[in-house]
């Protein structure tokens, strides 16, 4: 992966960054014969997508842990030529922490019906329909401010601190409902309530309904490994070059000059950055630096084994039901949530085990290992009742200091600003553009174009 480019050679197109919208743009290159080489600044591809074996045998995910089927997925695994796992079809409730209990939040009338939330609320939004959307409200507006004035707090202490929590892990009062929730602001624009809209949408027999497919929560067999081992093998060995870190770019005579960090110069015609915001800034301020203003949450990832023995028949029979947990807000657990791994996908624990992967939010970015250890078990123990403290064995923690990009107020504006501006040779990709799913990504990797 290591191959010698020559001096004067200019190629056609470098994309830097080799996670997977750097993956998926050079996918995109290979497939309409355009010559590209990706350089990635790490000994390894994916980014943030990481896989470890726990034994030398079982598999554990310390990035993305599954991914919904869309149709971006589709084509990029027949591309590869590669199969997922579908996750077990048992285990599909997904479950919030709230009154010291878990609910099943997967079934709206059930949860509506039972204690999770008071009369109140429940009035609240059986009436929100007939809410009317005010003339005079601000062009965007924070997550928090959308649904308190849509429905109540209640609401959103209950159901959207959990949602966001398992997608943001960050702060609803600075995150942007048009960006975030795009189709919900849509909604309420067209139809003066979201619960109405979607009605309409539903029941409206003038509108032609687009077939599209149920999607699936899916991995691999081997855990994302097998998809960058995919990777590896399609756009071959010759076009990547680990361990190359870019310092900056700059344009000379309509050419791109790449400076990288091990003194090479290299120079191509067209560069297509698929790099964190904050990279992508650093790398070229000239155009990028406003990239800056983009917020990452800091998110550490857990991967707990607990021994099913020790578990109560109902908690395991809660825990093989189910995708996993996430928490509302005043829940009184540190944790923003647990994937229940095993539940989902074979070869995840030892025989007698079960697998988790927790997730702690920004606050505990620097505690230190046995802090964390501490914090995870004393949750764990207080959701699952039966649990001791040798019921729990951590396996491995990993802290994403800059973990997640956040969609702020302002974000729909500021990317449209900085691709107003910026050379038509100069692509930009990734999870801080448009969507920070493995899906959207992706798809921000198809689209790029320079």
Same mark, same amino acid.
């Given at each position: 992966m290591d191959n010698l480019i020559e001096?004067? *050679?200019?190629? *056609?197109?470098?994309?830097i960054g080799?996670?997977?919208?750097?993956? =998926?743009?050079?996918?995109?290159?290979?497939? *309409?014969n355009i010559k590209f080489v990706l350089f990635e600044s790490e000994s390894s591809l994916g980014g943030c997508i990481q896989t470890v074996l726990i034994d030398n045998k079982f598999v554990a995910e310390i990035g993305p842990n599954s991914f919904s089927s869309g149709e971006a997925w589709q084509e990029i695994l027949s591309i590869l030529q590669?199969?997922?796992?579908?996750?077990?079809e048992k285990a599909k409730q997904k479950l919030i922490y709230a009154n010291q209990a878990l609910y099943a939040a997967s079934n709206p009338v059930v949860l509506f019906f039972s204690n999770f939330i008071s009369l109140k609320t429940k009035w609240s939004i059986l009436g929100e329909i007939f809410k009317k959307r005010h003339d005079n409200l601000p062009f965007e507006e924070s997550i928090k401010d959308f649904?308190?004035?849509?429905?109540?707090t209640e609401f959103v202490s209950k159901l959207i601190v959990p949602l966001i929590n398992g997608i943001y892990a960050g702060n609803i009062n600075k995150l942007s409902i048009r960006a975030v929730f795009p189709a919900l602001a849509e909604l309420e624009e067209k139809h003066q309530s979201i619960i109405g809209g979607a009605?309409?949408?539903t029941f409206n027999i003038f509108t032609p309904k687009s077939k599209t497919q149920k999607r699936t929560i899916n =991995?691999? =067999?081997?855990g994302f490994s097998d998809l960058i081992e995919a990777f590896t093998n399609y756009l071959e060995l010759q076009n990547l070059y680990l361990n190359y870190s870019l310092n900056f770019i700059k344009q000379n005579n309509g050419i791109w000059e790449l400076y990288f960090a091990n003194g090479q110069i290299i120079k191509a015609k067209n560069v297509i950055l698929a790099i964190p915001a904050y990279n992508a800034a650093k790398v070229l301020p000239e155009y990028l630096i406003d990239l800056n203003k983009i917020e990452y949450a800091a998110i550490t990832t857990i991967t707990v084994w607990i021994k099913e023995a020790d578990l109560s028949n109902k908690e395991k029979e809660l825990y093989f039901k189910s995708f996993g947990f996430l928490r509302a807000e005043n829940a009184n657990i540190n944790l923003l949530g647990l994937v229940f791994n095993s539940a989902l996908f074979d070869n995840r624990a030892a025989a007698n085990y079960i697998s988790g992967t927790a997730f702690l939010g920004g606050d505990f970015i620097n505690a230190s290992q046995k802090e964390i250890e501490n914090i995870v078990k004393k949750d764990l123990r207080q959701i699952f009742n039966s649990l001791k403290e040798d019921s729990i064995e951590i396996k491995f923690i990993k802290c994403w200091p800059k973990g997640i990009p956040q969609y702020n107020i302002g974000h729909l504006a500021l990317i449209k600003e900085i691709r107003n501006k910026l050379p038509s040779s100069i692509g930009l990709t990734g999870n801080y553009l448009t969507g920070i799913s493995l899906e959207e990504t992706i798809k921000s990797g198809f689209r790029v174009h320079c």
């Open positions: 001096k004067n *050679e200019i190629l *056609e197109l470098a994309i080799g996670g997977i919208a750097g993956l =998926s743009a050079a996918t995109k290159a290979k497939k *309409e590669l199969k997922s796992l579908p996750q077990n649904f308190v004035r849509r429905f109540n009605l309409f949408n =991995s691999f =067999s081997g």
